[in-house]
Nanobody, 123 residues
C-alpha cells in the first residue's frame, strides 16, 4: 500500500520562503514525483516535477526561478524550496508520488496523492 504525506505548509509573508516535504512509501519502482497545487479558481495544476535520478525536471512558468524541487533517496523524501513567495502562491499543495508523463514542458500525475498541505502567503 502506497502512503504519501506532505508537510511544511504554513502562513508566511510575501517575499518569504518555505520548504515543503513529501515522504512516499510502498512504491516498488523508480518513480518520478511532483508537486501540484490547487485553488478554486484554477483547480489542481502541476508546479514542479522531478524524475528518479533528479536529472529531468518540470517547472510551471509561474514558479520557475523561485521554486526548486529536489529529492533525497536516503530519506525517501522530495522537497520543494519556495522562495520569493507571492500572495498568488496561496494554495493547497499536493504531492504526487508517481507520474505518468514527465518532460520539460509537461507533468501528469498518476492517482497517488497525499492529503495536501496549506500554504498561505499574506501581502
Amino acid at each position: 500500500q502506497v502512503q504519501v504525506m506532505e508537510s511544511g505548509g504554513e502562513l508566511v509573508q510575501e517575499g518569504g520562503s518555505l520548504r515543503l516535504s513529501c515522504t512516499a512509501s510502498g512504491l516498488t519502482h523508480a518513480n518520478a514525483m511532483g508537486w501540484f497545487r490547487q485553488t478554486p479558481e484554477k483547480g489542481r495544476e502541476p508546479i514542479a516535477c522531478i524524475d528518479w535520478y533528479g536529472l529531468s525536471t518540470f517547472y510551471a512558468d509561474s514558479v520557475r526561478g523561485r521554486f526548486t524541487i529536489s529529492r533525497d533517496h536516503g530519506k525517501n523524501t522530495m522537497y520543494l524550496q519556495m522562495d520569493s513567495l507571492k500572495p498568488e502562491d496561496t494554495a493547497m499543495y499536493y504531492c504526487a508520488a508517481d507520474l505518468s508523463v514527465l518532460t520539460k514542458f509537461v507533468c501528469v500525475a498518476k492517482d497517488v496523492w497525499g492529503q495536501g498541505t496549506q500554504v498561505t502567503v499574506s501581502s
